[in-house]
């Protein structure tokens, strides 16, 4: 293999095969899925996930999901269990058992202890007709019609497949357990993503003295406390309830199609019924609704619509919500 062309046919190869391994999966989620989440689901113990090379590698992710989402899991190595690690498994846990062959000699003592403690096993496994799947109280297709690897050796579609079904059996729990985002930040306080699950609006928000204008106000009112708060001032009713919001961007466009700007009133140019915030919403969530509607800030509103303040997009962005 020396030309692109031939490189670029034989990674389209192993992506094509992969995807093929992945698609069959969907046809086999049925009621031997349903079961491994509700016993992952209502376990009393800890989730023992298991996988000797590949396997132990999806399996320790698997454990790492489980646990970010509210499941509290651990990843036990099959050969190290044997050697003194078997002390971590309790009568109430579950085991997750990951393997492509179901027959590695590794994992018949570590099937043979569980059982002793009857310990349910989850298999998700490439032969269903193996030791594993034959021992396992719930069995997973994660089967593979062909490896990518070439010579049919080195787990590829097969280690895709049983990542692929390990997710599935950890986010189908998560949404079981009802876990929620604020669940997921509570778990995650550090860092960019901690910053982005517990930032509120509130924390972000410009409310001391923040500039607003009556309905009846005129555009020549409006043009101080535009350039004062970076071109949006919200529009409020006589009870201070947001009714509008004006921009600097309807300035622009009054200008360049009225002579007499400055003297049309403020409620024949703003935005009526314009999008909000509430000060305890995430700001990823007002983030993410400015970016979809393409505007630079919201209104803060509490009860019954009454403006508290105002949250920009770049406050948002700095401090980390996005």
Known sequence: MSDDD????????????????????????????ARACRLVAEARGRIVTCGIGKSGHIA????GTLTSTGTPAIFLH?????HGDLGIV?????????SKSGASDELAGLIGYLGRLSVPIIAIV????????????????????????PMD??????????????????????KLKDFKPEDFAALHPGGALGRKLTLRVADVMVAEAYPELPEGATMRLAIGPLAEMRGTVPIVDGERRVVGVLTAGDLTRLM??????????????????????????LGSAAASRMEA??????????????????????????AGAI
């Open 6 to 33: 031939a490189l670029i046919a034989e990674g389209r190869r192993v992506v094509a095969i992969e995807t093929a391994a992945v698609a069959a999966l969907e046809s086999r989620i049925g009621i031997e899925f």
């Open 60 to 63: 320790r992710k698997l454990a």
């Open 78 to 82: 099959p050969v190290e269990a044997l």
């Open 90 to 98: 309790g009568r109430n846990d579950v085991a997750i058992v990951i």
């Open 126 to 149: 490439g032969a269903s007709r193996s030791a594993l799947g034959g021992h396992a109280d719930v069995a997973l297709d994660a089967s593979v019609r062909e490896e990518a690897c």
């Open 153 to 174: 050796l080195a787990p590829t579609s097969s280690s895709t497949a049983a990542l692929v079904m390990a997710d599935a059996l950890a986010v189908t729990v998560l």
């Open 256 to 281: 360049e199609r009225d002579p007499d700007f400055l003297e049309r009133g403020v409620a024949n140019v703003m935005t009526r019924e314009p999008k909000t915030a509430t000060a305890d919403e």
């Open 293 to 318: 509607h393409g505007i630079m800030a919201l209104p803060v509103v509490g009860e019954a619509g009454v403006l508290e303040g105002v949250v920009h997009l770049h406050d948002l962005m700095r």
